[in-house]
């Protein structure tokens, strides 16, 4: 398994932008496909968004489409979630996973978490 640990979560006003970081590390970072979740309290943890092993392919929740973009950079061992026009129900723990298949694949797929960084965003 790789080792994932997030960074850049805060609290921004509604319409706001953040920049998460999801760095890893022990394994060959570009061998995972890597996505983002979250989870809101009292509610379960819903897809965010997916990064191929070379960051050729994407995929986004409905949710989010047109407003975050996932991005990554082996040579830094680094996936990014850039997220714009933020809105309160955004707010949530993040987490970054990775997932040794080579496609896209439900939840059970990643076998890999970080503990999470928290968004806040306030109306």
């Known amino acids: 398994q790789v080792q994932l640990v997030e960074s850049g979560g805060g609290l921004v006003q509604a319409g706001g932008f953040l920049r998460l970081s999801c760095v890893g590390s022990?394994?060959?970072?570009?061998?995972?496909?890597v996505a983002w979740f979250r989870q809101a309290p009292g509610k379960e943890r819903e897809f965010v968004a997916a990064?191929?092993?070379?960051?050729?392919?994407?995929r986004y929740a409905d949710s989010v489409e047109g407003r975050f973009t996932i991005s990554r950079d082996n040579a830094k061992n680094t996936v990014y979630l850039q997220m714009s026009s933020l809105k309160p129900e955004d707010t949530a723990v993040y987490y970054c996973?990775?997932?040794?298949?080579?496609?896209?694949?439900?939840?059970?797929?990643?076998?890999?978490w970080g503990q999470g960084t928290q968004v806040t965003v306030s109306s």
């Open positions: 022990g394994r060959t970072f570009s061998n995972y496909v």
């Open positions: 996973a990775a997932s040794s298949s080579p496609r896209f694949g439900p939840r059970e797929s990643y076998d890999s």
């Open positions: 990064i191929g092993r070379l960051g050729l392919y994407t």
